[in-house]
Nanobody
C-alpha cells in the first residue's frame, strides 16, 4: 500500500507561483510512476504531469508545459509540482497519484489540495 498526502495549495493571483508537495509513504520504490492530476468544478479529472520515481522521465499536459515542473525532493519520498505563471483556468483540486509501471491506471491517490487563481 502507498499513502499520499498533498499540501501547498492556496489562493493566489494570476501570474503568481505555487509549489505543491506530495508526501509518499508505504511501499514506494524507484519503479513507481508519480503523477499530478486536477479536477475543476463541473469538469472531469485531467492529467497535469508525471515522472518516474527515479526522475528519469517527465511528462506534461500541453496546457501546463513550460509553466509547471514536476520534481522529486531530496528526501526521496516527496514529489513536487512547481506552478509558475498561474492562470484562472488552473483553478482546481490537485491530486497526487502513484502507480506501478506494469499497471495501466493509477492505483493510489491523495485527498487533494485546492488551488484557486483569481484574475
Amino acid at each position: 500500500q502507498v499513502q499520499l498526502v498533498e499540501s501547498g495549495g492556496g489562493l493566489v493571483q494570476a501570474g503568481d507561483s505555487l509549489r505543491l508537495s506530495c508526501a509518499a509513504s508505504g511501499r514506494t520504490d524507484s519503479s513507481y510512476t508519480m503523477g499530478w492530476f486536477r479536477q475543476a468544478p463541473g469538469k472531469e479529472r485531467e492529467f497535469v504531469a508525471a515522472m518516474s520515481w527515479s526522475g528519469g522521465s517527465t511528462y506534461y499536459a500541453n496546457s501546463v508545459k513550460g509553466r509547471f515542473t514536476i520534481s522529486r525532493g531530496n528526501a526521496k519520498n516527496t514529489v513536487y509540482l512547481q506552478m509558475n505563471s498561474l492562470k484562472p483556468e488552473d483553478t482546481a483540486v490537485y491530486h497526487c497519484a502513484a502507480k506501478r509501471p506494469q499497471v495501466g491506471e493509477y492505483e493510489y491517490w491523495g485527498q487533494g489540495t485546492q488551488v484557486t487563481v483569481s484574475s
